[in-house]
C-alpha cells in the first residue's frame, strides 16, 4: 500500500563509525521527508528530497533519493553521540495522509 | 514561544474516562496534523485539517476518537470512553500549506503522552 518500509530498525555503532537507513516504497514517491526523534523528544525535520536520482548533504549527513523515487536513504559520516535518535523517513498520498517509517533508532557508544 | 505547543505533556486517566487535548500551531500555518505515537514505532496519521475544515481521517480514528479547530487556530482531540489500547503520544504538528506539490516542512509540537489505567 503506501507504507514505507524503513531498515534497520536499530542500529548500534561505535563513535566514528558511519551509519545508514533506508526506505523503500513499492510505489512511487512525490518527494520524501526526513526527521530525527531524540529520546523524550518530539520528531524534527531533517530535510526534503524531491527529484529523482537527488542527493543532498547537510554537514556529515547525506540523504537520497533513487532514479526510480521509490527509495530513499539517510547516511551519517563518521558518527557522535550528539547523532543518537531515531530516525524517520516520511512520504505523503495525493489525499493528504502522511505516512512515517517505523523509524531506525541509533545508538551510539562513545 | 512562537513553536507548536500541546496541552497537557502528561494525562493519566482510567479506563472509559474521555479526554481531551489540546494544540496551538505556529500562528500562521493554516494546516494541523495529529498523530499518535507508540513506543518504538513511527507516528500514525490520525487526521488533518486545513484552516477549519477537517480533509482527512484514518481508520485508525474510531468513532470514539473526534477532533475540531473551530476557528482555524487551535484544535483539539478528544477521546470518549477511553481503552488501555489509547495509551499512546499524541502529537501535533502544523504546517504552512500551499498549492498542490512537495508537502510542506511539518513543525511538531512536545506531544500530550497519555496513560490510560
Known amino acids: 500500500g503506501q507504507q514505507v518500509m524503513q531498515i534497520p530498525q536499530y542500529q548500534h555503532v561505535q563513535e566514528g563509525e558511519d551509519f545508514t537507513t533506508y526506505c523503500n516504497s513499492s510505489?512511487?514517491?512525490?518527494?520524501i521527508q526526513w526527521y530525527k526523534q531524540r529520546p523524550g523528544g518530539h520528531p524534527v525535520f531533517l530535510i526534503q528530497?524531491?527529484?529523482?536520482?537527488e542527493v543532498k548533504k547537510q554537514k556529515r549527513l547525506t540523504f537520497q533519493f533513487g532514479e526510480a523515487k521509490k527509495n530513499s536513504s539517510l547516511h551519517i559520516t563518521a558518527t557522535q553521540t550528539t547523532d543518537v535518535g531515531t530516525y524517520f523517513c516520511?512520504?505523503?498520498?495525493?489525499?493528504?495522509?502522511?505516512?512515517f517509517g517505523r523509524g531506525t533508532q541509533l545508538t551510539v557508544w562513545p | 514561544d512562537t513553536g507548536v505547543s500541546q496541552n497537557p505533556r502528561h494525562k493519566i486517566t482510567k479506563r472509559g474516562q474521555n479526554v481531551t487535548f489540546r494544540c496551538d500551531p505556529i500562528?500562521?500555518?493554516?494546516?494541523l496534523y495529529w498523530y499518535r505515537q507508540t513506543l518504538g514505532q513511527g507516528p500514525e496519521f490520525l487526521t488533518y485539517?486545513?484552516?477549519?475544515?477537517?480533509?482527512?481521517k484514518s481508520r485508525l480514528l474510531s468513532d470514539r476518537f473526534s477532533a475540531e479547530r473551530p476557528k482555524g487556530s487551535f484544535s483539539t482531540l478528544e477521546i470518549q470512553r477511553t481503552e488501555q489500547g489509547d495509551s499512546a503520544m499524541y502529537l501535533c504538528?502544523?504546517?504552512?500549506?500551499?498549492?498542490?506539490?512537495?508537502?510542506?516542512?511539518?513543525?511538531f509540537g512536545p506531544g500530550t503522552r497519555l496513560l490510560v489505567l
Open positions: 504538528a502544523s504546517s504552512l500549506g500551499g498549492t498542490r506539490g512537495p508537502q510542506e516542512t511539518q513543525y
Open positions: 510505489t512511487t514517491l512525490s518527494n
Open positions: 528530497l524531491v527529484k529523482s536520482g
Open positions: 516520511l512520504r505523503g498520498s495525493t489525499l493528504g495522509r502522511l505516512y
Open positions: 500562528s500562521e500555518h493554516n494546516r
Open positions: 485539517f486545513q484552516n477549519e475544515a477537517q480533509l482527512e
